[in-house]
Every structure is written in structure tokens, then in C-alpha cells.
């Protein structure tokens, strides 16, 4: 009942916050260039979702409180739904529509591959996340959903090139995302479940998810 609720809770919040910046849109309230501003919302969205998304299991072990992972494939989900509204406002505002235009465009923005990449990790990652396939794959699961670590780093190099010089939320970002990535490693893992399981006052055994 409580995992339905947060569930429910985290599905109306997630979901209000597009329809609230197509309300402003269509107020007109979001400056001079509408379509440029939900494209970055949307893009930091995507990327914001992400980095929660990989932090569930870190505060799983730390917390020992399991509704943490009933979040994680809900906000991973939510990450991939929103890079999908962020590649439809691309080739909408950026493009016309005409993705024709694409190729012209490259040469000015490279960093789309960047984002191509990322966004073409997350497609497996988002197809296979769910009971049937996580058993039908079994052990290759969880290997194939380590391609988030590689989306992470791949987003945050895209989002590098599109702000550059402007580098505060950057920053912001690819701390916490490092942070998220060096708790994945062997080492921190296992030093970091040990600090967890001496705060919960029970030793506790490792599982290395994604
Ligand atoms: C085919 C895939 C993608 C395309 C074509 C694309 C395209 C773009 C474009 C055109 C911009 C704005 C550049 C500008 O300000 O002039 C942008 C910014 C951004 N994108 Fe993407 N992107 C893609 C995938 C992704 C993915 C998968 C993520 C995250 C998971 C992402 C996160 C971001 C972020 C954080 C920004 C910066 C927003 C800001 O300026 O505050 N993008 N992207």
C-alpha cells in the first residue's frame, strides 16, 4: 500500500512538471524562444532523472529501506520518457519537423552525437526493464543495465559541449553523477556497505547492482 503510494506520489510529480511547462508555453511565459527553453528543461529533466534513478540503490544500502527500489526502474523509466520528449523537441524547434535538416545541422552541433549516444543506450536499457525480460536474460541483466554508467558519463559530456563556459549546474551535476559512479566501484562498493551495514547495526551481504 505504501509502495503504491509513493509510487503514485512520484508518478503525478514527475509527470506534472511537463504538462506545467506546456501551461507556461502556451501562456507564453517562457521568453523569447519557447521551444530552446523546454529542449534544455527537458534535456536537464532527462538527466536529473537519471542521476536519481542511480542513486536508489546507493540509499537502499545506506538506509536499509526498500522502497527506494521500488523507485528505481519508475524513475528510470521517467529519464528515458523524458530524453524521448527531448529528441521530439529537437527535431520539432531545432529541425522544423524535417529531419532532412538534420545533417546540415550536425556540423554546428556535434555534441548531438554525444546526446545520440546517450540516448541510444538508454533504448535497451528502458526496453528490457521489466520482470520478463530481467528473467529471461538472468545474469546478462544486470551486465547489459551497467550501460547506464556509460550513459551518465556520455549525457554529461553532451551537456558539457552545450554549455561550456557556463559550467556552475554542470558542476552540480557531474559531482553528483561522479560521486554515483565511484560508489560502483569494487573498492568504495564494498567500503560503502560496510559504513552502511555498521549504521543499520547488522552486517549485511553485497549484491553489485546497477
Ligand atoms: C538524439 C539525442 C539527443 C539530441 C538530438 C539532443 C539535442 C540537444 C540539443 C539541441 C540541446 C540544446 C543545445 C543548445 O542549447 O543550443 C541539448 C541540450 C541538452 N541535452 Fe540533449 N540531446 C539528445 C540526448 C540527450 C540525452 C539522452 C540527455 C540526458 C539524458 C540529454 C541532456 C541534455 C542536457 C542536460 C542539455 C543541456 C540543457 C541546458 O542547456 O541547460 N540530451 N540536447
Redesign the pocket.
Known sequence: MKRALLRLAVFLVVLAVPLYWLYLASAMALGPDPG?WL??HL??G??VL?LLTLSMTPLNRLTGWPLWMALRRQLGLW?FAY?CL??AA?ILF?LGGDLSQLLKELPN?P??LV??L??SG?IPLALTSNRWSMRTLGKRWKRLHRLVYL?VVL?LL??LW??RSDLQ?WALYAGIGGCLLLMRTPLISRWFAQVAASRRGRPRKVANNP
Open positions: 530552446k529542449l534544455d534535456g536537464q532527462a538527466l537519471l529519464a530524453a527531448h529528441v529537437f531545432i552541433r555534441y548531438v546526446g545520440a546517450a540516448f538508454l550513459v549525457a553532451h551537456m552545450v554549455v549546474q
